[in-house]
């Protein structure tokens, strides 16, 4: 869906205007992440809303916004949540953000993921290995994330004073209670492991990509309002 140019300028108004993605990734947020923001459902927003009032909470004790999102494997979409998540907060300068992600088990980013990470435009050096720690790189300005499978309680996630986004259901279920955690959002999405090896696999997870940016965009630019 194109949008009239003063209504892409209104949604991205916030973002400052030296923080520049990698050139594929820019146009991906221009042509598809700010216009996907106007689907999202209200219903939606409300849960959205209450990680962007984590942040601005946590920016008024001086305190970081760790966000640790948490899906059961830790393959799919919680690392979209975190790339995502991370990106949007950087380009909107909203800079005590730091994001996460963890499962209940550990098994791989997973390769389909990846390849829709990829897709999008974010720059990935990737190595081999059972559980491999991929580095993804939004800009030549800022460290790239490292990506890889663990649990949400593994030492290289925060401890305590993090809020933890459940985007799965399974999950949600699973862990009644998150350690550690001082707040907590349900916000799944749709696994598209259940299109995996069908016609519809690559649409289906760079259909779950999108959501996934375009919701992270809305939360950051709502917290830096």
């Known amino acids: 869906m194109l949008l009239p140019s003063f209504l892409l300028t209104l949604l991205s108004a916030q973002a400052p205007m030296d923080r520049t993605l990698h050139p594929d990734l820019q146009r991906y947020v221009d042509e ?14 409300e849960q959205l809303d209450l990680v962007a009032e984590f942040i601005r909470e946590r ?16 393959s799919r979409r919680s690392h979209l949540g975190q790339l995502w998540a991370a990106t949007a907060a950087w380009v909107f300068a909203i800079d005590h953000v730091r994001t996460y992600s963890g499962g209940t088990q550990v098994t791989a980013f997973n390769p389909r993921a990846v390849a829709a ?29 490292h990506c890889w499978s663990k649990k949400y309680d593994d030492p290289a996630n925060p401890t305590e004073g993090f809020c933890a986004v459940m985007t799965c259901s399974e999950a949600d279920t699973n862990c009644p209670i998150v350690r550690g955690a001082l707040d907590r959002v349900s916000l799944p999405y749709n696994d598209p492991k259940e299109s995996d090896g069908t016609p519809e696999e690559t649409a289906r997870y760079d259909e779950r990509c999108l959501q996934i940016a375009a919701e992270m965009w809305y939360v950051m630019r709502e917290a830096a309002e």
Do not use: Q, W
């Open 32 to 45: 598809r992440v700010v216009p996907a923001m106007v689907a999202i459902p209200d219903e939606r927003k």
């Open 59 to 74: 920016e008024a004790t001086g305190a970081s916004a760790s966000l640790t999102f948490i899906c059961t494997h830790n």
């Open 117 to 145: 990470v990829e897709r999008a435009g974010f720059e990935m050096v990737k190595p081999d290995g059972k559980n491999p720690v991929y580095e993804v790189s939004f800009t030549n300005d800022r460290n790239a994330e």
